[in-house]
């Protein structure tokens, strides 16, 4: 997701993504070797969350050591910060807050900066990036489609159209090099209760 303005804010998003990511490849060499059984979800999300509050607790030593401090970000910078890579790493990144939001029947995104969305009550909005560009859109997809099944699932000039199920049901298919920017579009089957007399 995109940096705010905090001076620090892009500093610390690296150094956290960097630690948990480091962190958990590590354990999962170290289990790999010791035979035991792989990590569950919870499990390595706990993890992740521990990795993350370290790296921001070494952060904010390190800036408060340097004379200016001038990287030090507030605590609601630091809670976004953390929150977001790890919906990177666990989830969907930019999309994941709104696959999270029920009321969100469809998500079409049109390059990165283009995010609009409609509810399930017809009302239509537009809503933040969900990548800082369009390579990182990209990438995202190529992510989601690697982890949708056991069958390699490419995203590029040799195949620009991928179609995957996102772990939630959503359906999303994603188009890139045959449009000018590459799109996104996700559809939330939402099933209403309806009585015969209805």
Do not use: C, K
Not at 11 to 27: D, F, K, M, N, Y
Not at 90 to 102: D, R, S
């Amino acid at each position: 997701m995109r940096d705010g303005n905090h001076p620090g804010e892009a500093a610390l998003r690296t150094a956290v993504r960097q630690a948990v990511s480091e962190g958990l490849a590590e354990r999962i060499r170290t289990d790999e070797h010791n035979g035991q059984t792989a990590m569950d979800y919870p499990t390595r999300r706990a993890l992740a969350e521990r990795l993350a509050a370290h790296a921001t607790d070494a952060y904010a030593h390190t800036e408060l050591t340097r004379p200016s401090g001038s990287g030090l970000v507030p605590d609601e910078v630091e809670r976004r910060v953390v929150a977001s890579v790890l919906d990177e790493i666990f989830g969907m990144a930019g999309l994941q807050p709104l696959l999270a939001n029920e009321d969100i029947e469809n998500i079409n995104v049109n390059g990165a900066n283009q995010v609009f969305v409609r509810y399930a009550d017809g009302r239509r909005a537009q809503m933040p990036p969900v990548a800082d560009s369009d390579e990182e859109l990209i990438d995202l997809v190529r992510s989601l489609a690697a982890r949708s099944g056991v069958d390699e699932r490419r995203f590029d000039r040799g195949a620009p159209g991928v179609s995957v199920e996102l772990p939630d049901g959503s359906r999303m298919f994603a188009v890139m090099a045959v449009t000018g920017r590459p799109s996104i579009s996700i559809r939330r089957h939402r099933f209403q209760q309806v009585t015969l007399p209805q």
